[in-house]
């Protein structure tokens, strides 16, 4: 029989320092994830200087947490994985730089994991079995990207947001609201009371064919409906019911979802995809995983979603992903860099 792999993962991209040990890619052993929503929620986002000291300060308890909880030493783990790519470059070299060290003294090989392809197999955890080829909607605070999924190691994009981020129009929605950060989870829970149908805000499809996203206008269109196209209105947080305010994030949150839906169509579509996998913080959404399902059970797609708490950042995809990297012989050495995009 094989030998097990235990890989320790680590993420540190965003607001979430988080460590996992994950066993042959698909044994979650332990998942820890330090959040500073907190820490940010006075500033309405996240502030790149703050995230960066919190990484430094919940590194190391992070990582050693992890450990324990997995029932690990060292000599248990056969390679550390960390995302180094896209995200905050501050926050990004804070884990880059423990996971380096860790392989240089541990003597493990070191696997460098793209972050959006690490939200791609978040969706994959339970299911590693497929039918291929799969369209991936990964939708988070920063990135909102189709991908054509053949295999864990090569996703193709298909399309990606040219503004904001389907997380990010959510947070600024919120923020317009007066509704606490993180804005998607606050939204999603003010939309329960709304009515979906009070006001038809815009939703941008660009050209016929293009799989590409934009959520700038929805925002701008909330924003003006809120204090008039002037900006001169007063119907600001404090002079909007309660009532107003549900309404508002029930009419936003289905005109984004209804966006996000149409476009995975159109990819499947394109791409003649037997499968639909979501993943990325957004993919936390009640609504957007209900919509999607309706999609699937009507035109045939299976529909894969990663469980809620592997949908915000986690070093568990990390991790898993990692194995595909391992096995493929894939590793980085310690010029490893953190990167903004990728
Ligand atoms: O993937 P993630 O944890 O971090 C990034 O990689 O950006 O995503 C965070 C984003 C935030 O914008 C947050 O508001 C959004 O995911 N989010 C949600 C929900 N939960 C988190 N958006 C809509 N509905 C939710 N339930
Ligand atoms: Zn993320």
Redo the contacts with the bound molecule.
């Keep these: 029989m094989e030998n097990v792999i235990n890989i320790l993962g680590i993420e540190t ?2 607001d ?1 320092t988080a460590a996992a040990v994950v066993a042959d890619g698909g044994i979650i052993k332990s998942s820890v994830v330090a959040s500073q929503s907190g820490l940010h929620a006075q500033y309405g986002g996240v502030v790149p200087e703050i995230a960066s000291r919190a990484h430094i300060e919940n590194i190391y308890p992070v990582i050693s947490e992890a450990l324990q909880k997995a029932d690990c030493t060292k000599d248990d783990i056969d390679a550390v994985a960390v995302a180094n790519q896209p ?1 905050l470059t501050v926050a990004l070299v804070v884990g880059v730089t423990a996971a380096k060290t860790l392989s240089m003294t541990w003597q493990k090989p070191l696997i460098a994991i793209n ?1 959006l392809h690490a ?1 791609m197999q978040s969706a994959l955890l339970g299911n590693p079995d497929i039918e291929l080829p799969a369209v991936a909607l990964i939708v ?4 909102t990207s189709l991908y054509d999924y053949h295999s864990p190691l090569e996703p193709k994009l298909l399309g990606c947001t040219i503004d904001d ?1 389907a ?2 129009a ?2 600024k929605v919120a923020m317009i609201l007066g509704l606490p950060y ?4 606050s ?2 829970k003010a939309a329960k009371d709304g009515n979906p149908k009070a006001f038809d805000f815009p939703r941008t499809m660009l050209d016929k064919n293009s799989l590409d996203f934009s959520f700038s206008g929805i925002k701008t269109a909330v924003l003006y409906h809120c204090r008039g196209q002037d900006m001169k209105g007063d119907n600001t947080t404090g002079s909007m019911s309660k009532q107003q305010i549900a309404d508002i994030a029930a009419s936003f949150q289905k005109a984004v979802v209804d966006v996000l839906v149409k476009k995975t169509k159109r990819a499947a579509e394109q791409t003649d995809a037997k499968t639909i996998l979501l993943g ?3 993919a ?3 609504l ?1 995983r209900a919509e999607l399902q309706k999609l699937c059970d009507h035109s045939n797609y299976e529909l894969l979603i990663a469980e809620k708490r592997y ?3 986690n070093a568990v995809m990390v991790a898993s992903l990692a194995y595909h990297k391992f096995k493929a012989g894939l590793f980085a050495n310690l010029s490893l860099e953190s990167k903004a995009n990728g």
């Design positions: 991209s965003c979430e995200g972050h939200h988070s605070g920063g990135h981020a997380g990010e959510f947070d993180p804005g998607g989870p939204i999603e990325g913080g957004v936390a959404n009640s957007l949908c915000t950042d």
